[in-house]
DNA sequence: CCACGAGATTTGCATATACATATTCCGCTG
DNA sequence: CAGCGGAATATGTATATGCAAATCTCGTGG
């Protein structure tokens, strides 16, 4: 781009290397003041948009807290929280190696019972789609859907060929935005349960709930259940604002 | 700032807004392609690179995709994983509104089991801090916590009072960069975890297991357990790339 | 001695301009 | 008509410059 690409990096994320580095390497530890734009765009040889760029996106991945006046520093971590990536079914079930399969059990339009229908926000008397799925890795149970679908939000849904694509997955692709809030608790299986999973009653089972909001409308509720001892749920994170 | 600045907001971040109430409405579904830059600039009365940084934080976002040539385009979300975010132990008590106590079981610093060692990366014979703790909510067992702590990595946690602040608290505030991995499942308790959690034996108790690396070592390994019935863990995530 | 206001400093936003780079499109050639 | 090469186009990076906003410091007046 200009004199020094010798990485082939631009230069801002030179800058924002270097700068990582040095935390990283406790140079400079948490709350320690870090050199400003200006210094940073002439010892970097560079101008102070370009420094101004390096450091605007480190503090937007939360390494480093910005004010004006006082300078930069090495963000001090406190109350970040911890974020864990959920994939989806289909690559949960391909990372482990396994065959992946999805069996409806049950397919129903109607007026939801009441906590359902407090869950969907759903005015009385409105139907929703309910759907009852087994996701089998290896052709044995994985997990257990029991999902609730809000028509009003997603007319397509009713249309949806749920013997193909897992309804997790139809969602993601077609409703365009979305937030989620999630429930995770462990509970002892009830016989119906144990029976659909193929344990014993009384054995342990991870459940996940989760409610998906586009445009203010709740989309879907969904519950689901795995066989606690034969299912793990591992996941990576990187640490965030 | 500039001419119009009515809302408050930067040029920058209006347009962003703007756009993403388009995709939101529906206006722009995914895939559907989104003016470039030079029209953007033109119709919100800006210079090219306002318009460009609108669209540059847009696509990190994960919200829109961009390429040279082809221009930019409503993201399709396929493949997106969701994300999970776990408060720390002392917010998500405060949060159910109880009164958060930490109580220290146990304390020493010894030669790990092999187990312990293979999962902390550690060399033969060396030595690792150990801690059995529990958290209480309104004077009931919360969390069971397991942990072990890489000296070698962490020295300054020989001296922590952990009896005083939690051990996940306290690395936050003195590690200045991590990743770690997870793994949840949902167990039944053992007669040990269940007489520590005050459950009885064989009651679904939640797992989480959590390594935190830094500078390609592993800081710490802890296992916590969730009495299962009386504990949620519930939490919100928005779509990110 | 404290309060208040005037710099000084640092980040934040925006412009105009220039050139680099990836990728598509189109037309030329064989 | 297939394949190749260059033009066109949209994004990506960078410069120099100017002003705005926040906030710390310091000096002055009551």
């Known amino acids: 781009m ?46 102070r948009l370009t420094a101004h760029r390096a450091l605007r996106e480190l503090a937007r991945e ?18 970040r929280d911890i974020v864990l990536e959920i994939p989806r079914i289909e690559r949960l079930v391909a990372e482990l190696g396994a065959v992946y399969e999805l069996r409806l059990l049950a397919r129903r339009t109607l007026v939801p019972p009441a906590e359902i229908r407090a869950r969907l926000e759903l005015a009385a008397g409105e139907r929703a789609l309910h759907l009852l799925l087994l996701h089998l890795a290896d052709r044995r149970p994985f997990q257990l859907e029991d999902r609730w679908i809000n028509l009003l939000a997603v007319p397509a849904a009713a249309d949806a060929d749920f013997t193909a694509i897992a309804p997790g997955s139809w969602l993601l692709e ?26 014993r009653p009384g054995e342990a089972v991870l459940v996940i709930e989760r409610r998906t909001r586009n445009r203010n409308r709740v989309v879907t509720w969904a519950r689901f259940r795995h066989p606690g001892a ?12």
Chains 1, 2 share one sequence.
């Open 2 to 47: 200009d004199r020094q690409d010798r990485d082939g990096l631009p230069a801002y994320e030179r800058i924002k290397a270097e700068i990582r580095t040095r935390i990283r390497e406790g140079e400079w530890g948490p709350g320690d003041p870090i050199p400003g734009e200006s210094e940073l765009a002439a010892s970097f040889g560079v101008s």
């Open 62 to 79: 939360g390494v480093i807290e910005r004010r004006r006046r006082r300078g930069s520093r090495v963000a001090v971590r406190t109350g």
């Open 174 to 199: 077609h409703v365009p935005w979305s937030e989620a809030e999630h429930v995770i608790a462990a509970e002892n299986a009830d016989p119906a349960t144990a029976a659909a999973l193929g344990i």
């Open 230 to 241: 034969s299912y793990r749920l591992a996941t990576a994170f990187a640490p965030r604002s």
